[in-house]
């Protein structure tokens, strides 16, 4: 996060050499305000959307969006390769973000060079391709893009799907939780009091909370997902001293969270939970953890799978492969969420097969980049001639 500019210049020249018009879309720090957005962590100055448009009047237009931020590379030591440098192997491309998500820009980027190549002037309705940032954190970018009009009557975007379609995605939530102790010398440990085993005492009443989501909430579009709401504890700090008592312990978490609740609901929800674990504890009782909203406030969403956009890339899926890609929903989110619930778009995920994403070895498929550019171009010169 922040460091997004040389790769958004990167994908400006792309765009231009496929005859699109490139524009800037700066976001700015009152975007945090909007009812819709994720809390931001940093400021937006000189921080921007690269927005590309081409075509002409035709009736239909499409918009195809990738998210140019990567997660961080936690432990590059564990990587077989340098997390941040690209290294081509076995057919694959290993690397952060190669997976999730720069093959996709590849893939779109390919596909309208393939379709202009074979069908010339054909490819060229209006269609805008549009780079954002900070999908991973709180979908700012794309909710800016959107807010500012940046919209079609259909939306691809092409995240890595293991070349099917996925239409939909869980609620989720970021919140930091703040655990005070009782700092000491590590002599008199026994009569301070550990904020670290404090944040553990937590967990019981969090994962109870996790399983009533898990049990309560059945939701048909995630129906193949074994467990669609996890409740995951990210980060934990505290301490920087083996003989003292420290005196906070940190936590960041990310929820998962069924697609009735708004993100109000599942913030209240949480905070019960965090709650209820301060009721059967001396300490925490006195003490309650403090939790800060941070990051992602993202509505669960599901494009219905009889949506006709759905039909379209299916169908020019099965043209290129032989048969038809299956559909799916998972227990995370992208921001098809924005248009599908908030402006009223047909939105999907189509991309190619990543293995590992946000986990060590990332890694793309580099044949999958072209098999779904055979995909995306065919839908293209579809769209424009149907
Ligand atoms: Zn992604």
Redo the contacts with the bound molecule.
Sequence with gaps: VGHEHDALVVLESQLERLGFEVDRLALDDDFADDPLAGVPSRSYAGRFDVVGHRGGDAKRSLLLNG?IDVVPAEEPGLWTTDPFTPVRRDGWLWGRGAG??KAGFAMGTLAIRAADAVSPGAAQGPLTFLGVIE?ECTGNGTLAAARAGLLADAVVLL?PTDLNVMLGGVGVLWADLEIDGFAAHAESADRAVNPIEVALRLMPSLRRFEEYMNTSFADPVFEAVEQPYNLNIGVIHAGDWPSSVPPIARMRLRMGYPREWTPDEAESRLRAAVASAGAADAWLAQHPARLRCTGFRAEGYALPASDPLVKAVSRAHADAHGALPSTFALGST?DARYYVNNFDRPALCYGPVARDIHGVDERVELASIVRGAKTLARFLLRWWSA
């Design positions: 998210h999730d998500m999908e995240e992208t």
